[in-house]
């Protein structure tokens, strides 16, 4: 079992960054890829980020690119989500999740484990 705890969620004014965080515990980190989902009001939960646990290998979704940034931090089992630019479109609960694999996988269904989630709140 693994337990994701996500931290770093607030209200930002619009072009403002955040720093979202997530640490795992549990198992061991290693073998693990991990990745950031968000829901907003109404709206299905999608793909935002992910890496990878070999070799670190990123993955975007299009409407962050260019202004997120994933990292891990094995020794730590912590991974961060550097957000900037951050936009109103950008408001939602960010959730943190796992998946025990070598690639990144977009699909919330195909993660293994789940954080409860932060709030990002972007105003303009």
């Known amino acids: 079992q693994v337990q994701l705890v996500e931290s770093g969620g607030g209200l930002v004014q619009a072009g403002g960054s955040l720093r979202l965080s997530c640490a795992a515990s549990g198992r061991t980190f290693s073998g693990y890829t991990m990745a950031w989902f968000r829901q907003a009001p109404g709206k299905e939960r999608e793909f935002v980020a992910g890496i990878s646990w070999i070799g670190g290998n990123t993955l975007y979704a299009d409407s962050v690119k260019g202004r997120f940034t994933l990292s891990r931090d094995n020794a730590k089992s912590t991974v961060y989500l550097q957000m900037n630019s951050l936009n109103p479109e950008d408001t939602a609960v960010y959730y943190c999740?796992?998946?025990?694999?070598?690639?990144?996988?977009?699909?919330?269904?195909?993660?293994?484990?789940w954080g409860k989630g932060t709030l990002v709140t972007v105003s303009s």
């Open positions: 999740a796992a998946r025990y694999d070598t690639v990144v996988v977009t699909n919330y269904g195909g993660m293994n484990y």
